[in-house]
């Protein structure tokens, strides 16, 4: 029955929630193999064997928010907080180029010192020095207006994971904050143009299979653009410090489920994913994972950007990382895309945004080797 429910959502791209809910209740490896093989199919026939790269910029790990799993929430009193300079984002950004980079993803907490004059003045100043390079955020909750003036600047992309689609297990998870909110905050996004991300947390205290699917029932329905999901991982300085880690079999499960209720989403495989499991990241990549985010942060900045316990590659320099990340992808049997990486459809209806050409190239050649 199960393989009957997953060909009719590799057919239709949908299914119902009581057949979702009893594929995530039932699944047994035989099926979970199938279940990937058809995840598998659905990304080759939209993106081919292509993965894209991400360099990824952690530059403030100051936030107001108290999210109950966070590492840099804003009550944890030991956590070494930094910001880097409008110097060092830069450099971050000539790194990146030149190891073949065609997006930055600038990321960090919830951080009043960054205004959107401050955004506003890094946006513009990546853009006149790289002006075809796509430029995602990921900042958090800001108001409608914020994301109209860093999107009229330069930004091409928002990622907000909406964390989960239960609104008692998102208000228990973020003390005095409003579910509703959160959502209201991708469907801006959506609405002042961005290719916009949201995504969810695999393995949270308290969450159950039916708060899955509402997960999966919600991406369905906002089709972001982008979907990060990855496995709750517990970091030692909150309440739920001593709490499970989520598995990287129920991630992966999710992670094909998405790609198949969602066949053009550009699907991550995170850096949670590679710090549960060695090879994590190849095998979200084998379920219908297309991104990867290597990390441009200074090395000296990386160990105190701790969302959660046992982050990898927080000392490797970004060429090392980068090298590293492009080894796995070909030996899991992809291919790197020197590209913007854009979401496929979002490129069909946006033809005048320049794309570059899918040469495979390698970081050897990329550095002059």
Not at 72 to 84: H, P, S, T, V
Not at 189 to 202: D, S
Not at 246 to 256: N, R, S
Request: hydrophobic residues 35%; contains cysteine; aromatic residues 10%.
């Amino acid at each position: 029955m199960i393989k009957g429910y997953i060909d009719e959502l590799f057919e239709f791209n949908n299914l119902s929630d009581e057949k979702l809910l009893y594929i995530l209740e039932n699944i047994d490896e035989d099926s979970k193999e199938y279940l990937i093989e058809k995840s598998h199919e659905t990304r080759m026939r939209t993106y081919g064997n292509k993965v894209f790269m991400r360099g990824l910029i952690e530059f403030t790990n100051y936030c107001k928010k108290n999210c109950e799993y966070c590492g840099i929430q804003g009550k944890n009193k030991n956590a070494d907080r930094y910001r880097l300079t409008y110097d060092q984002i830069m450099e971050c950004a000539v790194i990146g180029d030149r190891l073949g980079y065609k997006t930055y993803v600038l990321q960090g907490g919830e951080d009043p010192y960054f205004t959107d004059e401050r955004m506003i003045e890094i946006i513009r100043g990546i853009k006149e020095m790289f002006p075809n390079n796509a430029i995602t955020l990921s900042l958090g909750e800001r108001s409608y207006d914020s994301y109209k003036k860093m999107f009229d600047a330069g930004a091409d992309r928002y990622l907000l994971r909406h964390e989960t689609a239960s609104k008692e297990l998102y208000e228990w998870l973020h003390p005095g904050e409003i579910f509703g909110d959160r959502i209201k905050c991708l469907y801006n996004l959506k609405e002042i143009g961005y290719q916009f991300g949201a995504g969810f947390m695999v393995g949270l205290p308290r969450q159950t299979k039916r708060d899955l699917v509402k997960d999966l029932r919600f991406v369905k329905e906002i089709e972001p653009h982008m979907c990060g999901i990855g496995p709750f991982i517990p970091q030692k300085e909150t309440s739920l410090g001593e709490y499970p880690a989520g598995t990287l079999e129920d991630t992966v499960i999710m992670l094909a489920l998405v790609r198949l209720l969602l066949p053009n989403v550009l699907l991550p495989a995170t850096t949670a994913l590679g710090s549960i499991d060695k090879l994590g990241r190849e095998k979200g990549i084998k379920a219908g994972g297309n991104v990867v985010m290597p990390n441009l942060s200074p090395t000296n900045v990386r160990e105190k950007y701790a969302l959660y316990d046992g982050k990898i590659c927080t000392g490797d320099e970004a060429a090392e990382c980068r090298k590293c990340i492009e080894r796995r992808i070909n030996n899991a049997g992809f291919e790197v895309a020197i590209t913007r990486g854009d979401n496929v459809k979002w490129s069909h209806d946006n033809p005048d945004v320049k794309q570059y050409d899918e040469q495979q190239v390698s970081i050897n050649s990329i550095l002059g080797f």
